[in-house]
């Protein structure tokens, strides 16, 4: 008996599934012969709905926004709040933009001087002088040592010497 009854509700349910799906085709048959007999209607009904709204709606709105958005820029008590602050950061920027000016008034003055140096012709005499190292020494600076009239230089400092020097 009990299982009569389950039968019977399976049944039922197959019945209630199937028209659900007939249901479901049907209405969906009725929409696309819908949507067919009135697709140009419906595009040209979405197109004039997008044109109206980029073209009226949207700049109305940028327009009506960016006058509330200056009326309280401009409020004077905000200004009167944010200029002490608004000073102080552009006194800041001023000392940093000083800074890096000095910065780079200095190097390009090191510039301009190692460009001279390189552009300027050297004598004969600092070209062997720049070849034999640079090192020279100053009258009375150096530590020879006078071995039998021969003079030798010791720890391997000062500019080397011609022999009839």
Request: hydrophobic fraction near 35%; include cysteine.
């Amino acid at each position: 008996m009990w299982f009569q009854q389950i039968k019977k509700q399976e049944r039922q349910m197959m019945m209630n599934i199937n028209t659900l799906l007939t249901d479901a085709t049907t209405h969906a048959t009725s929409i696309l012969q819908y949507l067919h007999k009135n697709a140009w209607t419906i595009v040209l009904i979405i197109a004039g709905c997008y044109f109206f709204y980029t073209e009226l709606i949207d700049p109305m709105i940028q327009k009506y926004q960016t006058a509330r958005s200056y009326k309280q820029a401009t409020d004077p008590n905000r200004v009167a709040v944010l200029s002490p602050d608004m000073k102080r950061v552009r006194a800041l920027q001023q000392q940093a933009a000083a800074i890096r000016a000095n910065e780079a008034e200095e190097e390009r003055k090191k510039k301009m001087k190692s460009e001279k140096e390189r552009k300027r012709v050297k004598s004969p005499e600092e070209d062997r002088w720049d070849k034999l190292g640079g090192v020279g020494n100053a009258l009375g600076d150096r530590d020879d040592v006078v071995v039998g009239g021969a003079e030798v230089v010791s720890a391997g400092v000062g500019v080397r010497r011609r022999r009839g020097d």
